[in-house]
């Protein structure tokens, strides 16, 4: 597509149900990235993935939270037993190949748990 | 491992006048430096980056940023502001020796008054 495609858009959730978040990323784009903004702070990075490598996962801030990536297309990321300090702007982005280029971000996920 | 300080939460200029929103940053090998720009009720987008080169970089909408390795700074200027500047500005780096993980900074608001 022509930019990076998050979904949903808005999701509200109660406190303790699992929530799945998904980005649709440029096509070629080989790196993806994930990053949370909580109201009045800056980008906390989450995960990122860059082609078939390993993911770096060390943004990850509990073991509720994980990713998948296949190949390079679509990812999830999944918020288990979801708690109100998960609340958040979820940011996805991706990049070409390359280290020395920009992120293209999409629209993000404002979640919401209450 | 890297990091990235904005020391302004808000920076405040009149319209016409220069603005510089400031950007320290800490890596351990050569630092990828990036700015972003976050209008309101739009996603993140790419302004500018230094990789190598000149040390002044030249962006989107007259933004430009002058990269000082003795200073460690990578601060955002432009000569004459407009009031449709007003925004959230964000500094990231990437350490260029290796990894794709990349590190924002809390963000500065900007205000332009007419």
């Known amino acids: 597509g022509a930019g990076v495609s998050q979904s949903p858009s808005n999701k509200v959730t109660e406190k303790g149900k699992d929530v799945e978040l998904r980005c649709d990323p440029i096509s070629g784009h080989t790196a993806l990235y994930w990053y949370r903004q909580s109201l009045g702070q800056g980008l906390e990075f989450l995960i990122y993935f860059q082609g078939n490598s390993a993911p770096d996962k060390s943004g990850l801030p509990s073991d509720r939270f994980s990713a998948e990536r296949t190949g390079e297309s679509v990812s999830t990321l999944t918020i288990q037993r979801t708690q109100q300090e998960d609340s958040a702007v979820y940011l996805c982005?991706?990049?070409?190949?390359?280290?020395?280029?920009?992120?293209?971000f999409g629209s993000g996920t404002r979640l919401t748990v209450v | 491992a890297q990091s990235v300080a904005q020391p302004e939460d808000q920076v405040n200029v009149a319209e016409g006048n220069p603005l510089t929103v400031k950007c320290t940053y800490s890596?351990?090998?050569?630092?990828?430096l990036f700015w972003y720009v976050q209008y309101p009720n739009r996603g993140l987008q790419f302004l500018l980056k230094y990789i190598t080169g000149d040390n002044l970089v030249k962006g989107s909408y007259g933004f430009e940023a002058e990269f000082n390795k003795s200073q460690t700074s990578f601060h955002l200027k432009k000569p004459s502001a407009l009031v449709s500047d007003s925004a959230l500005y964000f500094c990231?780096?990437?350490?260029?020796?290796?990894?794709?993980?990349?590190?924002f900074g809390a963000g500065t608001r900007l205000f332009v008054k007419a």
């Open positions: 990231a780096v990437r350490d260029g020796g290796g990894g794709f993980k990349t590190i």
């Open positions: 982005a991706s990049s070409p190949p390359g280290a020395a280029r920009g992120y293209t």
């Open positions: 890596v351990s090998g050569n630092p990828y």
